[in-house]
């Protein structure tokens, strides 16, 4: 790495005017692909953090193209975010065109991601991307499916599949699918070779609620097709509840509430089942926020135990944090909402696989000892967990030091906003020097700010960016001697990505 990429600039502000450090590109690029937030923030607002992420892309691949190409695949595919890793590959098209097409399929996994990535090329005044592009589209299109015609085929979307199929002009590999993408483009076809399409197209014309549920059943419509096609009323919602997958039976719980489906035994006890299957959760890849985001909204008790057990289950799997630890988290009042809730639960989740082995604090201008319960639920004490006060990323750690706290390593959940008191860098030193010279600092960071509160030649100290449910196996990973989240991103094979197109 050369050093004009892994330079330190000591004089950066955060948001707030406070001394912060400057990271590597690499690792300034991580944080910014893994937290994926263009949209307003309690520090910035779009127009800031959009202009910051073309800058950013266009940077890494000036300076390290290949690091970027991996870094795209990794935050796609294990951090589990669209929007950033998809800009991200429009840049990279046009300043590497042999590492796009090594990693098109690895960014854009479904016809969303493909609407997105050719919209995106749009606004940049691109058109169609040129031939490489077409060519990486038209190898996508040829996986297309009934299910994905009949869920992003439909007219009025920026670009929806048709358009992709006019643009890149796929070659059809059989006459089934010949006759999809004549579907796809508007033509008149055959529908006896695409009986999902065939039922949807029915259901439009159907009349009679017995003729949509049958309709909806044996054609295994999604919800999406089907909301966007009819009225939907209680009896339909009825017959979607049985074929939603995971992710959008927790979207439609409230509706489902409202509409008194759950006021049918068998209609709660089937979702309450679902969403207490471990094998299906593991599945589902479902991050433990978004059991959070419904348990809020949700009154019946029996479900909120289910959401509840859900979060339990997402954790059992992960692996435990050797030695003793400390979780510090962040309640200022800029972590308010989503910032907070995913802290929260990932805090003590933290705190339940460490078995008791650890220290839990709170922390805004004050620290304050929560008493977490290794036998309570995550979400029970999540929910008791709120926003105040300002920013003292030092005094949590000075607390440590003063008990004399000897801990292995130290977990910050935070936003980074330092805006009172002494600097977390400073405070981590003498705890190292007074208490434990080998203490491991790993700071999580949820906010899309480029602001660091350590500088890059500590060695000891590892930054994660945003939330995945790789981020506890990667401080697992990393406490016991794993490199830091950009050496993991280095490992990516390119190659092999290459070799599977």
């Not at 991601?113 to 996508?140: C, E, Y």
């Not at 919800?223 to 439609?252: N, S």
């Not at 985001?293 to 909120?304: C, F, G, I, N, P």
């Not at 697992?476 to 197109?501: C, H, W, Y």
Request: hydrophobic share 40%.
């Amino acid at each position: 790495m050369s050093r004009a990429v892994q330079r330190f600039i000591p004089t950066m502000h955060n948001q707030e005017g406070y001394r912060a450090n400057r990271r590597s590109v690499e690792e300034e690029y991580l944080q910014m692909l893994l937290t994926n937030t263009l949209g307003r923030t309690f520090y910035a607002n779009a127009n800031e953090l959009l202009a910051q992420a073309a800058e950013t892309h266009e940077m890494i691949a000036e300076l390290n193209p290949e690091f970027m190409a991996r870094a795209l695949v990794f935050a796609r595919k294990q951090g589990f975010m669209r929007l950033q890793p998809i800009y991200g590959l429009a840049v990279l098209s046009k300043a590497r065109p042999d590492l796009f097409a090594k990693v098109f399929a690895k960014v854009v996994l479904i016809p969303s991601d493909l609407a997105d990535f050719l919209t995106i090329l749009k606004s940049q005044g691109r058109g169609q991307g040129g031939r490489a592009v077409k060519r990486q589209v038209a190898n996508f299109l040829r996986g297309t499916t009934e299910y994905w015609a009949i869920k992003y085929g439909g007219r009025g979307r920026g670009y929806n599949l048709g358009d992709a199929v006019a643009t890149a002009h796929p070659v059809p590999v059989d006459e089934r699918q010949q006759a999809l993408f004549r579907y796809l483009r508007g033509h008149e076809t055959s529908l006896a070779q695409l009986p999902q399409i065939a039922a949807i197209e029915q259901l439009k014309k159907a009349s009679k609620d017995k003729e949509k549920i049958r309709l909806i059943r044996e054609g295994k419509l999604p919800y999406e097709a089907v909301t966007g096609a009819i009225a939907t009323d209680k009896k339909i919602w009825e017959a979607l509840l049985y074929q939603m997958p995971m992710f959008a039976l927790l979207r439609h719980l409230n509706t489902f509430e409202r509409e008194g489906l759950f006021e049918k035994p068998q209609h709660l006890r089937y979702v309450i089942e679902r969403l207490t299957d471990a094998e299906a959760l593991r599945k589902s890849k479902i991050l433990p926020m978004r059991f959070a985001t419904a348990y809020d909204q949700v009154k019946r008790a029996a479900l909120k135990e289910a959401l509840a057990e859900a979060v339990e289950l997402t954790f059992a799997s992960l692996p435990e944090l050797p030695g003793r630890t400390a979780i510090l988290l962040d309640i200022s009042g800029s972590m308010e909402g989503e910032y907070l809730r995913t802290g929260s639960v990932f805090a003590l989740a933290l705190h339940k696989k460490t078995a008791g082995n650890s220290v839990f604090l709170l922390f805004d201008n004050q620290v304050h000892d929560p008493k977490p319960s290794k036998t309570a639920s995550i979400m029970g004490q999540a929910a008791r967990i709120k926003a105040r006060g300002g920013t003292d990323t030092g005094l949590p750690v000075r607390y440590l030091t003063e008990l004399r706290e000897n801990v292995d390593q130290i977990i910050m959940i935070t936003d980074e906003q330092q805006n009172q008191g002494s600097p977390f860098y400073r405070e981590l030193r003498n705890y190292r020097r007074k208490i434990n010279r080998n203490a491991q600092a790993f700071i999580v960071d949820l906010a899309p700010y480029r602001g660091s509160m350590v500088p890059v030649e500590d060695e000891n100290t590892y930054y994660v960016y945003g939330w995945s449910d790789q981020v506890l196996p990667y401080i697992s990973a990393a406490a016991r001697g794993f490199g830091p989240m950009s050496e993991r991103v280095t490992k990516i094979d390119l190659e092999r990505m290459g070799n599977e197109q």
